[in-house]
């Protein structure tokens, strides 16, 4: 909901001129892009309003060039739902996963793309020609549209963390969007937790995100622990999406509700480092597995990063769910 904030930010950011002139003024129609590890999601967009809406699998796997294809195809086909030519946009703006280097438009590392310096710009445009095409992190812009548009409104300073095939961050610091000197700022996914654990279970993302609780899953029900996930999923746990993980939970599920407790309060605990080094007065939770488990994940989250906040005052940072969500 806002890509066109969010282009004008970035436009402002590259030192470029502004995004008004640049992109055809505010009362333009924008193409956002959410372009996530399982899923992407596109809307055009004018002023607050989503008009057209297309989703895709991302299917990494076939290759970054698939990957834009579809991207582009998705444009076509939102742009279509919404009566709008793609000729007519005022500009499009991409929210992808991993460290961005905004001002080229350059994707620099996707662990869950298995991307590494990919000009994702450059390649869009050469498939959808003519509108401006600014990137940026995808949960740094969705913390964007949340502190214009949805929970973080009017707060100063934001942490928003996304969970879903991986985990995300973004920060707004003193009101405004925090990249950093590398852009790569809020990447608290990345954080590793556990130094001396095997390659692949370090790091944040390796041990909370929904990938890892639906491989962890698999491998205690293939050493004979019972789960109803076996029926929920038809046997593919490994693959289980965060609905399925969410349906398991709430219907008691003990198995379930272990690993992904266990995963929580991890994840409380590296979200209380932050908001300690940072004295933050808002943590925003978004993505698939937040989404889909609910009040009960944000309650626990908050619970275990008010175990290890300091000083003894940040109990009080506010633990949110987003409001914007697909959007």
Known sequence: MACSATLALMAK??????????????????????????????????????LGRCKHKTRAEEGSKHVVDRIADGIRRACKEAGIGPDKLAGIGVGAPGAIDHRKGVVLEAPNLRWNNFPLAKELAKRVKGPPIVIDNDVNVAVHGENRLGAGQNASDVLGVWI????????????????????SAGEIGQMTLFPNAALGNRTLEENCSRKHLARRLAQLVASNRPSMLTKITGGEIAAAGAGAIAEAYHKGDALTRMVVDEATDLLGLAIGG????????????????AEAMGDVYVRRVSAAMGKVVFPASLKRVRVVATELADN
Not at 19 to 39: C, H, K, P, Q, S
Not at 165 to 180: E, R, S
């Open 13 to 50: 950011k590259s030192g470029r001129r502004g995004a008004a002139e640049e992109m055809g003024g505010a009362r333009g129609a924008y193409i956002g892009v959410d372009l996530g590890g399982t899923n992407m999601q596109i809307g055009v967009v004018v002023g607050d309003k989503v």
């Open 164 to 183: 879903g095939t991986g985990i995300g961050g973004g920060l707004v610091l003193d009101g405004k969007l925090y990249q950093g000197r590398y852009g």
């Open 274 to 289: 932050c908001v300690t080094l940072l004295s933050l007065e808002l943590v925003i939770l978004g993505g698939g597995m």
